[in-house]
């Protein structure tokens, strides 16, 4: 009787172990799976929609590439990070422009779907005109941000120099909206969404658009860095690929993309929607270099000295566009 228990428990047990031998067996596939993708560390700030949600979406799984990122504040720290091999990729301003004609080893391969000069000037509620702002204290951020390009621009365009302001640096966006709300400074210079939300909430209003000042004017770029593009071309290619999928899904899909923002990026959906309503609809979905705006970008950097005047690179020697999708 015991010998026919035995007998009866043996296949069972073999069962046991095939079982166990094929969950290993998958497992161990998964995770080659997953090895087999290509990393890639995309340097951008919090909240970045289109990168976001593709990875939600997993249209860059698709196209075989594990997409992190490296989150920054501002176009300084994006190119900061790709020359210390910190990111792969990454999407911002004007200061990839900067870097990658002072020689900072990166390639712009792409443009995101909103390309031109969104900033912003925004002021407590009694000012009515830029004048009023001189010897005020402003908060136009950091040394080499595009804000601060913005906010000379503007200065420029009006008869004023720097020195006429007490500029001070009040650190991000939200920092520098905190300083603006408690009276610590005078005004601001940010995006478009943190005018609404200051002008919804009556402590601030937008005073001045960049976009006035700039005239044809490419501002934000996707780069990648040229020892990545070297070793993996294709997972560049992938990665416009799939950019461009995300952004064509978005496009299409306005209200979808609105409350995928609210939430799963914590983002304010009054504020948002007025600002993404108008803006989502205008996005250019082609990745494609405005080669006359860079241009017209490298000139106007020149000018307010972030660029050797006596440089003589063009957008074509630091735009490649062989990586995006026909």
Not at 18 to 41: P, S, V
Not at 265 to 270: G, H, I, N, P, R
Not at 283 to 294: L, Q, V, Y
Request: some cysteine; charged content about 20%.
């Amino acid at each position: 009787m015991q010998r026919l228990k035995i007998i009866k428990l043996v296949p069972l047990l073999l069962l046991a172990v095939f079982a166990a031998g094929c969950a290993k067996k998958n497992e161990q596939q998964a995770e080659n799976g997953a090895a087999q993708k290509t990393l890639i560390r995309y340097a951008t700030s919090a909240g970045n929609l289109p990168i976001s949600f593709g990875i939600k979406k997993g249209y860059f799984a698709e196209q075989g590439l594990d997409v992190k990122i490296v989150t920054i504040t501002g176009g300084v720290e994006a190119v900061t990070a790709a020359a210390a091999g910190e990111a792969d990729l990454g999407g911002m301003g004007s200061p990839v422009l900067v870097g990658a004609v002072a020689g900072v080893p990166i390639t712009i391969v792409g443009a995101p779907p909103a390309k031109g000069q969104h900033f912003v000037l925004i002021s407590r509620p009694q000012y009515t005109s830029f004048a009023e702002l001189k010897g005020k204290p402003v908060s136009p951020g950091a040394p080499g941000q595009g804000t601060i390009q913005a906010f000379n621009v503007i200065a420029k365009a009006k008869g004023f120099k720097p020195s006429d302001f007490q500029y001070v640096n009040a650190g991000t966006s939200a920092n520098a909206l905190a300083a603006l709300q408690a009276g610590k400074v005078e005004a601001i210079i940010t995006s478009e969404m943190v005018g609404v939300k200051a002008e919804l909430e009556g402590f601030g209003k937008i005073l001045e658009r960049a976009v006035d000042y700039f005239g044809h004017y490419q501002h934000s770029f996707i780069f990648a860095t040229n020892s990545f593009i070297k070793e993996k071309p294709e997972a560049v290619r992938g990665f416009l690929t799939a950019y461009r999928k995300t952004v064509e899904y978005l496009k299409a899909h306005p209200d979808e993309a609105i409350t995928f923002a609210v939430k799963e990026l914590q983002q304010d959906e009054v504020t948002y929607r007025k600002v993404n309503e108008k803006e989502i609809p205008t996005w250019d979905t082609s990745g494609r270099i405005d080669f006359a705006g860079t241009e017209h970008a490298i000139k106007i950097l020149k000018d307010l000295g972030d660029i050797d005047p006596n440089s003589k690179v063009t957008a074509q020697q630091i735009v490649d566009e062989q990586f995006l999708p026909k």
